[in-house]
C-alpha cells in the first residue's frame, strides 16, 4: 500500500457471495465498493447502446467485452471518494482486465476470493428473486407460494432475473472456471490472494478477512 491507499479485489463465482462480503469490508474499512455489475445495469435500465449490448451478453451469460470494463473502470476510480482506496467487484475478470489496472498504476494490496461449490450457487441464483423496484434480493424458499413473492421494502412484485435461469447460471459457472478462475493464481504469485468460505457466517466476514490482511 506505498501510496497509502487499500486496494482490494474480491474474486468468486457469480452468486458466490462476493458483493455480500464486499460491502461488510467496505463499511469496516470505509472505502467505497465499485461494482461493475451496477454500473452495467444502470446503463441497461438507461436503454442505452452500451446498455442494450450489455444485456445482451448477460443473457447469454457472455462476459462484457474488456474495452468496455476498461473504460468504464478508468471513469470511476477517478472520482474522489476513491482517494482513500476502493474494492472491486466484478472487475478484473481476465488477467488482460488485471494488466490493464497495472498499466493505470494501480497495484492491487489484496484479491479476495470466496469459495463455494458450484452446485450451491446454481441453487442460490436459480432461486433468486429481486424486487422489480427498489433491486432487494429474495430466495423463492423464503415464500410458501409465488403469489406472496411481493417486497418486504416497497411491496411491489418480485421478478426473477433472465440471468438468473439454471441454464445461464451454469454457462456463467463455465466462463468463470475458464476465464476468471485463472486470476487466483495470478494474485497467488504475489501473494496478494485471501480464501475464505462462501459458507462463513455474516458477522465473521469481516474478522476473517480483516485478520488475514493484518488490518483486525
Do not use: W
Amino acid at each position: 500500500m506505498e501510496d497509502g491507499r487499500k486496494k482490494i479485489v474480491m474474486l468468486g463465482a457469480p452468486g458466490s457471495g462476493k458483493g455480500t462480503r464486499a460491502n461488510i469490508i467496505s463499511e469496516r474499512l470505509s472505502i467505497p465498493v465499485i461494482s461493475t455489475g451496477n454500473i452495467l445495469r444502470e446503463e441497461i435500465q438507461k436503454g442505452t447502446d452500451l446498455g442494450k449490448q450489455v444485456k445482451s451478453d448477460m443473457d447469454s451469460g457472455r462476459l462484457v467485452s474488456d474495452e468496455t470494463i476498461n473504460g468504464i473502470l478508468k471513469n470511476r476510480l477517478s472520482m474522489p471518494d476513491c482517494e482513500k482506496g476502493f474494492i472491486l467487484d466484478g472487475v478484473p475478470r481476465t488477467i488482460t482486465q488485471a494488466k490493464y489496472l497495472e498499466a493505470m498504476g494501480i497495484d492491487i494490496d489484496y484479491a479476495v476470493s470466496v469459495e463455494i461449490e458450484d452446485e450451491k450457487i446454481v441453487d442460490r441464483l436459480a432461486g433468486r428473486r429481486v424486487c422489480s423496484n427498489c433491486g432487494r434480493g429474495y430466495h423463492k424458499d423464503m415464500f410458501a407460494d409465488p403469489s406472496e413473492e411481493i417486497c418486504e421494502d416497497c411491496g411491489c412484485k418480485l421478478t426473477k432475473r433472465q440471468d438468473d435461469e439454471e441454464s445461464t447460471v451454469r454457462e456463467r459457472l463455465r466462463v468463470y472456471h475458464e476465464q476468471t478462475e485463472p486470476l487466483k493464481d495470478y494474485y497467488e504469485q504475489s501473494d496478494k490472494l485471501i480464501k475464505v468460505s462462501g459458507d462463513d457466517e455474516l458477522s465473521e466476514i469481516a474478522k476473517n478477512v480483516l485478520s488475514a490482511m493484518g488490518l483486525d
